[in-house]
């Protein structure tokens, strides 16, 4: 079955890399006639949560425990030329308890998000909330 994503989601996308005051979305994928679709969920902007330790602390909140979902984060870094950037990162949030059905989906149609959405620095398959460290993540991509 053919998966697209909803011009929503890219104009948010296109938003967050311009204008950079999201700090993360989520995305869920839903059933269409013949298709299944990628649409928005939620979306976190800058001024509040303010931390990096106040954003994961409320992801992990976000994240449903049965449930798949995809998560774009915009992440401030420094780069290996001491420069501040903006950094995105694809979350794939596949909890191990889900559905077996449904982390398949979500785990093969990452590919149409990397194809979709240039400027993606880095992208993780989580399967539990203390899988991700968002301190981590961004020495990982403020070294690239």
């Given at each position: ?60 909140s976000e994240m449903p425990a049965l449930e798949c ?59 539990h909330p203390n899988d991700v460290s968002f301190k981590q993540i ?7």
């Amino acid at each position: 079955m053919k998966i697209k994503i909803h011009p929503d989601v890219m104009m948010d996308y296109e938003m967050m890399k311009s204008k950079r005051q999201h700090k993360y979305s989520i995305y869920t994928v839903k059933e269409e006639v013949g298709s299944r679709v990628v649409v928005m969920e939620r979306v976190v902007m800058g001024d509040n949560p303010t931390t990096e330790d106040d954003i994961e602390a409320l992801f992990r909140s976000e994240m449903p425990a049965l449930e798949c979902r995809y998560v774009m984060l915009n992440l401030r870094v420094i780069s290996t030329h001491q420069c501040q950037v903006d950094k995105f990162v694809l979350l794939i949030w596949c909890p191990s308890e889900g559905e077996q059905k449904e982390l398949d989906l979500y785990y093969s149609c990452r590919n149409v998000f990397r194809k979709e959405m240039t400027g993606v620095a880095r992208e993780y398959i989580v399967n539990h909330p203390n899988d991700v460290s968002f301190k981590q993540i961004i020495q990982d991509v403020g070294s690239e």
